[in-house]
């Protein structure tokens, strides 16, 4: 197992356009989180999964952000309609009970909005 | 609410120096604290963590004492070296979310 995954590491987008960018988590890991980490911060909570189901979300995640986890494994997360406030990292980590409290992050993916 | 405060860098040492970087934190009932690195073109990696008051973190020669009566986490190593260059991460997990504090950039010089 090579921990927790993301593609793609870059990219790059216009304004306005739609992005897609996908996690998989360690494989018996069931709980699946999505933080976000703007130039000089430190990673703030976006929203997080248990198996399939979406437990909270955070009041940065506005609706033009919306996030998957449909078989309970690889998560995605879409951001539609770009704006270049949304530039930052997007980092994907995962947890397994009875240890949650502790979570493994993935190398995260690098959003830039022109 | 729940939050943490790490003192701001970047702080830059010799090779062999002491270092403190210092972290408080402020949380409702007994959060797990961490310390997290993150190298340059790298992810965040946990470097030590302590769950319960008066526990003490350690790992590659990092240490961290949980103070609850002064509510602070701060992460010391008694001589450091150039691979040490990165950010670091003072954390909380409260309700299954992490919450992070600014992050502090340490260099270090040969």
């Known amino acids: 197992d090579t921990g927790v995954s993301q593609d793609p590491r870059h990219k790059i987008t216009k304004r306005g356009q739609n992005v897609t960018f996908r996690c998989d988590p360690i494989?018996?890991?069931?709980?699946l989180y999505w933080y976000r980490q703007t130039l000089g911060q430190g990673p703030e909570f976006l929203t997080y999964?248990?198996?399939?189901?979406?437990?909270?979300k955070s009041r940065l995640l506005s609706d033009r952000f919306s996030a998957e986890r449909p078989k309970g494994s690889f998560s995605t997360l879409e951001i539609q309609r770009t704006e270049q406030g949304d530039s930052a990292m997007y980092l994907c980590?995962?947890?397994?009970?009875?240890?949650?409290?502790?979570?493994?992050f993935g190398p995260g993916t690098r959003l830039t909005v022109l | 609410g729940n939050s943490v405060t790490q003192m701001e860098g970047p702080v830059t040492l010799s090779e062999e120096a002491f270092l403190t970087i210092n972290c408080t934190y402020t949380?409702?009932?007994?959060?797990?604290l961490f310390w997290y690195v993150q190298y340059p073109g790298e992810g965040l990696q946990l470097l030590l963590k302590a769950t319960k008051a008066d526990d003490k973190g350690s790992n590659k020669g990092f240490e961290a004492t949980y103070r609850k009566e002064t509510t602070s986490f701060h992460l010391e190593k008694g001589s450091v070296q150039v691979s040490d260059s990165a950010v670091y991460f003072c954390a909380l997990n409260r309700d299954d979310k992490i919450i992070f504090g600014k992050g502090t950039r340490l260099h270090i010089l040969p």
């Open positions: 949380a409702t009932g007994y959060p797990s």
């Open positions: 999964f248990q198996n399939e189901a979406q437990l909270e």
């Open positions: 494989s018996e890991h069931n709980r």
């Open positions: 980590a995962s947890s397994f009970p009875p240890q949650r409290n502790e979570q493994f």
